[in-house]
């Protein structure tokens, strides 16, 4: 069964830094794109950001790059998200997405027939 969950979301003040994991599971596969969404208070879902299998890359969303850093180890079948400088508008439920990784950053349905896998979602709170 396929399973993403992240971990590693709370509080921190502005300023700080968070790491975020998100743990894969039951891919038939070893080589899938990776990335992370947020949605904040009354917010739309937004793609931050995301890992390319075939060749390493990652990419941005404009409201993150520079701040936050992904990466991944293939070994543990995880991906971290290291959230730095944060703002109070960072806060948001962090989400897990396995599909197809995008230039700017946002991970969508690989084809018609494979939907997004998502996780179930970590809190980051940014507050002082």
């Known amino acids: 069964q396929v399973q993403l969950v992240e971990s590693g979301g709370g509080l921190a003040q502005p300023g700080g830094s968070l790491r975020l994991s998100c743990s894969a599971s039951?891919?038939?596969?070893?080589?899938?794109?990776i990335g992370w969404f947020r949605q904040g208070p009354g917010k739309e879902r937004e793609g931050i950001g995301c890992?390319?299998?075939?060749?390493?890359?990652?990419y941005y969303a404009d409201s993150v790059k520079g701040r936050f850093s992904i990466s991944r180890d293939i070994r543990k079948n995880t991906l971290s998200l290291q959230l730095d400088s944060l703002k109070a508008e960072d806060t948001a439920i962090y989400y897990c997405?396995?599909?197809?990784?995008?230039?700017?950053?946002?991970?969508?349905?690989?084809?018609?027939?494979?939907?997004?896998?998502w996780g179930q979602g970590t809190r980051v709170t940014v507050s002082s």
């Open positions: 890992f390319v299998d075939s060749d390493g890359s990652t």
């Open positions: 997405a396995v599909g197809y990784c995008t230039v700017v950053g946002e991970i969508i349905k690989r084809s018609r027939n494979e939907p997004i896998t």
């Open positions: 039951g891919f038939g596969r070893n080589y899938y794109d």
